[in-house]
Structure formats: C-alpha cells, structure tokens
T-cell receptor, first 109, second 114 residues
C-alpha cells in the first residue's frame, strides 16, 4: 500500500535555529514528490515538486531534497513567519496526491 | 492570474442532509480535484475531473459525487451526511497537459455536520 510518513509530528525551533523535516514514502512508480505549506484554516500552498532522486530545489530559507526512499525539507535560519504545517505528498498516478499527516513547525523569537 | 476560489467558506448541516460545495479553478487550468481534510490529518483524495468526466477516485463512497462544467468550475455533492463528514473540503486545480503534476489549492470550505 502506498504510504507517506512525516516526522517529527511537531517541531519547535528558536529563530535562526536550522533544522530538517523528513518525509519517507513507499509509493511505487513515483511520478512526483510534493511539498506544501499550510497555515491554520487555509488551503495548502505549493512549495516544491521533486521528480527524481538527487534532485534539489530551493526557495528563500527552504531547500527540498529527494532520495530513493525519502525527502527532506531543510529550513535554514527560520523566522517566526515560517511557522506553519508542512505537508509532503507523493503521486504515482499523476492526478491523486497521497499526503502525509504533516509536521507542525513553530518558530519562536 | 486568478487563483482557486471556493464557496461557501463555512457551512453547518445536520446528519442526513445533502450539501453542495463549489469551486472555481485557477485561470488556464483544465483539471480539478477534491480533497477532504479532517482535523490534524493530511488531505485525502476524493476524486478528480478532467474534460467534465471523473478521471480517478479515492476511497470514498458513491454518496460523494461531483461535476465539472465547461468553464472548468466544479461542484462536490455529498448526500446523506454523516457526522464523520465534518472536515475541511479542498478544491485543487492544475493543467493536465503540462509536465508538472503539482496542484494548486483553494482556501477550502469548512463543513460541520451536527
């Protein structure tokens, strides 16, 4: 069964304290690995798509990487405004996204 | 460029009733997907519509149905509401014929079933 597991469930960081979020997946025939950010009560906001192992993408303080079994979202020198839930999703169909439960990130000043 | 919009924002229904949620796709997109997100969980895929036909379906019963219109807007209908149907319902759109599979989400409709 295709599965996406995210860890940790929750993470609390001091402003400027870099860390990584993990997404492990067992999705056969993966066509894409997606990262989204979701603020409370809002829809997910697209961040990155990764298509093949070894691929990396960056946006401001965020960097996403992909291996054959997992993806990491690295957050460098986070700010309080980076506080949100980060969702990871895999897709082997090209149309259905299979989401993990997310990592709730809190960055304190 | 107009993003994905959804209506209404919030909705309260009682068990056994029927509900219709609406979505307008991002301009230039021809595919719409619906997801259900329970509190503290990731979104779960309900179904996708492409060229006004259901293109794929997740593990949801037939009382969840949908429509896509020629202007690419969409509706999600849920019959015989159950308490467990209380959730945030998300609509997402993309352009199927491009290489990328990323989907862009609307703000969601919060449905409460009493």
């Amino acid at each position: 069964e295709d599965q996406v597991t995210q860890s940790p469930e929750a993470l609390r960081l001091q402003e400027g304290e870099s860390s990584s979020l993990n997404c492990s997946y067992t999705v056969s025939g993966l066509r894409g690995l997606f990262w989204y950010r979701q603020d409370p009560g809002k829809g997910p906001e697209f961040l990155f798509t990764l298509y093949s192992a070894g691929e990396e993408k960056e946006k401001e303080r965020l960097k996403a990487t992909l291996t054959k079994k997992e993806s990491f979202l690295h957050i460098t020198a986070p700010k309080p405004e980076d506080s949100a839930t980060y969702l990871c999703a895999g897709s082997n169909s090209g149309y259905a996204l299979n989401f993990g439960k997310g990592t709730s990130l809190l960055v304190t000043p | 460029e107009t993003g994905v919009t959804q209506s209404p924002t919030h909705l309260i229904k009682t068990r056994g009733q029927q509900v219709t949620l609406r979505c307008s796709s991002q301009s230039g997109h021809n595919t719409v997907s619906w997801y259900q997100q329970a509190l503290g969980q990731g979104p779960q895929f309900i179904f996708q519509y492409y060229r006004e036909e259901e293109n794929g379906r997740g593990n949801f019963p037939p009382r969840f149905s949908g429509l896509q219109f020629p202007n690419y807007s969409s509706e999600l209908n849920v019959n015989a509401l159950e308490l467990d149907d209380s959730a945030l319902y998300l609509c997402a759109s993309n352009h199927r014929d491009y290489k990328g599979y990323e989907q862009f989400f609307g703000p969601g409709t919060r449905l409460t079933v009493l």
